[in-house]
């Protein structure tokens, strides 16, 4: 007698509950050096201020899109394989995350670079957006080929895992 796999969550599951994680930890630090900044150094307050309400619109949407993609939301009771609807909402997902993370690394170190060419405070949040806006345009050409890419791998990688479940064991 064959057991049925074990499917376990979908990879955009778990996708968008490590997103929603490390935004959570983002929220919180953003908060927090918010606070400690308005008590020991308020003219920096609002640099920390600043991504709070961006933080929490990606928090929402993460939040969303993870319980959409929960096994109890894809699958039927008796489903042994992936979906075609699952494989490309996990393709889907790939893609956004990727996105997410790539919007996230640019946000930062536009951060961290305008931290080190300006020396007045109220003139950071300037700078940074600036440079935040001029990398998305000279990056513009590559962020759909990394999104094209990433979902690429996880197709290839959908695809690899369902062969090998498929192959008969002796």
């Given at each position: 007698?064959?057991?049925?796999?074990?499917?376990?969550?979908?990879?955009?599951?778990?996708?968008?509950?490590?997103?929603?994680?490390?935004?959570?930890?983002?929220?919180?630090?953003?908060?927090?050096?918010?606070?400690?900044?308005?008590?020991?150094?308020?003219p920096a307050a609002y640099l920390a201020a600043l991504?709070?309400?961006?933080?929490?619109?990606?928090?929402?949407?993460?939040?969303y899109l993870e319980r959409q993609s929960k096994a109890?939301?894809?699958?039927?009771?008796?489903?042994?394989?992936?979906?075609?609807?699952?494989?490309?909402?996990?393709?889907?997902?790939?893609?956004?995350?990727?996105?997410?993370?790539?919007?996230?690394?640019?946000?930062?170190?536009?951060?961290?670079?305008?931290?080190?060419?300006?020396?007045?405070?109220?003139?950071?949040?300037?700078?940074?957006?600036?440079?935040?806006?001029?990398?998305?345009?000279?990056?513009?050409?590559?962020?759909?080929?990394?999104?094209?890419?990433?979902?690429?791998?996880?197709?290839?990688?959908?695809?690899?895992?369902?062969?090998?479940?498929?192959?008969?064991?002796?």
């Amino acid at each position: 007698m064959m057991e049925k796999p074990k499917l376990g969550e979908p990879d955009s599951h778990v996708m968008m509950r490590h997103a929603k994680t490390i935004l959570r930890f983002l929220l919180i630090v953003a908060l927090i050096a918010t606070s400690v900044l308005l008590v020991f150094f308020r003219p920096a307050a609002y640099l920390a201020a600043l991504p709070v309400p961006v933080l929490f619109l990606g928090f929402v949407f993460v939040n969303y899109l993870e319980r959409q993609s929960k096994a109890k939301m894809l699958r039927s009771t008796n489903q042994s394989t992936i979906s075609q609807k699952e494989v490309e909402m996990d393709v889907q997902y790939a893609g956004i995350y990727t996105a997410m993370a790539l919007m996230l690394l640019l946000a930062l170190g536009t951060f961290i670079v305008a931290a080190t060419m300006v020396e007045d405070w109220s003139m950071m949040g300037m700078v940074a957006a600036v440079l935040f806006l001029l990398s998305v345009v000279i990056l513009f050409p590559y962020i759909p080929l990394f999104i094209a890419d990433a979902e690429h791998d996880e197709r290839d990688k959908l695809q690899h895992e369902a062969a090998f479940r498929e192959e008969p064991k002796e």
